[in-house]
T-cell receptor, first 111, second 113 residues
Framework: QKEVEQDPGPLSVPEGAIVSLNCTYSNSAFQYFMWYRQYSRKGPELLMY????GNKEDGRFTAQVDKSSKYISLFIRDSQPSDSATYLC???????????FGSGTQLTVLP | DVKVTQSSRYLVKRTGEKVFLECVQD?????MFWYRQDPGLGLRLIYFSYDVKMKEKGDIPEGYSVSREKKERFSLILESASTNQTSMYLC????????????FGQGTRLTVV
């Protein structure tokens, strides 16, 4: 079993839709939860960072963490064509110096 | 603006060659990482370094080595390039706190022929 599981998609939605991206993880020692966005032929860029259960909001993006279920989500409101990218979840443990990525979900927002 | 710079965007090397990939960060981060990214396999950690001259193996270190002589520079070395090392290589750096808030370079697409 992979430590971090992410549905690879691809996911295609119309402009303005709410997008939900999800990951599950197996190791309860993980403490830090991140979402990265990667445009084609570019390196990933950090989008959201959280270390506690609950929601964190930044503009149109909301990251949600449920440690009891070992489940993390990224919601994108009012999705735009410029949101078309691959989204990677990443989970880390500072004590173990471990940072593990999901395989990424490819998202296309259609105008 | 934070920056992680990889020395090449595209490289073509021959089987058996020794290949050096260089990465420089300007954020004074303690941690630096080398990943490779392949379709369907996601990002896989090759090596990381949490301090100068310190290194730890990641998930797929075979066929690779690293060097970190200065805090800002982390090099990945392919000792004898093989065709199965054709991939996108990504360098990243992160502070120790918050752990994992990594900044990535633009990637090096390496083709071994």
């Amino acid at each position: 079993q992979k430590e971090v599981e992410q549905d690879p998609g691809p996911l295609s939605v119309p402009e303005g839709a709410i997008v939900s991206l999800n990951c599950t993880y197996s190791n309860s020692a993980f403490q830090y939860f991140m979402w990265y966005r990667q445009y084609s032929r570019k390196g990933p860029e950090l989008l959201m960072y959280t270390y506690s259960s609950g929601n964190k909001e930044d503009g149109r993006f909301t990251a949600q963490v449920d440690k009891s279920s070992k489940y993390i989500s990224l919601f994108i409101r009012d999705s735009q064509p410029s949101d078309s990218a691959t989204y990677l979840c990443a989970i880390g443990s500072g004590s173990a110096r471990q940072l593990t990525f999901g395989s990424g979900t490819q998202l296309t927002v259609l105008p | 603006d934070v920056k992680v710079t990889q020395s090449s965007r595209y490289l073509v090397k021959r089987t058996g060659e020794k290949v050096f990939l260089e990465c420089v960060q300007d954020m004074d981060h303690e941690n630096m990482f080398w990943y490779r990214q392949d379709p369907g396999l996601g990002l896989r950690l090759i090596y990381f370094s949490y301090d100068v001259k310190m290194k730890e193996k990641g998930d797929i270190p075979e066929g690779y080595s690293v060097s970190r002589e200065k805090k800002e520079r982390f090099s990945l070395i392919l000792e004898s390039a093989s065709t199965n090392q054709t991939s996108m290589y990504l360098c990243a750096s992160s502070p120790s706190r918050p752990w994992g808030a990594a900044f990535f370079g633009q990637g090096t697409r390496l083709t071994v022929v």
